[in-house]
């Protein structure tokens, strides 16, 4: 099965950094952009960055220069490095990822998230 696996969430002071890690599993044939989201408690969903295959870059507007999306595909993980956290910047965190699985059928798979917490 196809899955995308998240790590590096948890507790950070304001002002400090976290890098967030989601990797893909499974019978995979291959994978086009790549994407962090977040939600938090009472808000919707929103994008956070994406990266194309070839390493094109999109960030929300209240991300840029703080937060940078990277990947790598001979590991098939996207990153997110994340700088000078705010307290408002807590949220779930899930990791998203458009592929083609083995059999050819093209998916959208979204990780469980990883909860990040912003206080001092």
């Known amino acids: 099965q196809v899955q995308l696996v998240e790590s590096g969430g948890g507790l950070v002071q304001p002002g400090g950094s976290l890098r967030l890690s989601c990797a893909a599993s499974?019978?995979?044939?291959?994978?086009?952009?790549m994407g962090w989201y977040r939600q938090a408690p009472g808000k919707k969903r929103e994008l956070v960055a994406t990266v194309t295959s070839g390493g094109s870059t999109t960030y929300a507007n209240s991300m840029k220069g703080r937060f940078t999306i990277s990947r790598d595909n001979a590991k098939k993980s996207v990153y997110l490095q994340m700088n000078s956290l705010k307290p408002e910047d807590t949220a779930v965190y899930y990791c998203?990822?458009?592929?083609?699985?083995?059999?050819?059928?093209?998916?959208?798979?979204w990780g469980q998230g990883t909860l990040v917490t912003v206080s001092s």
């Open positions: 998203n990822g458009n592929l083609v699985a083995d059999t050819g059928r093209y998916l959208e798979v």
């Open positions: 499974g019978r995979i044939f291959s994978i086009n952009a």
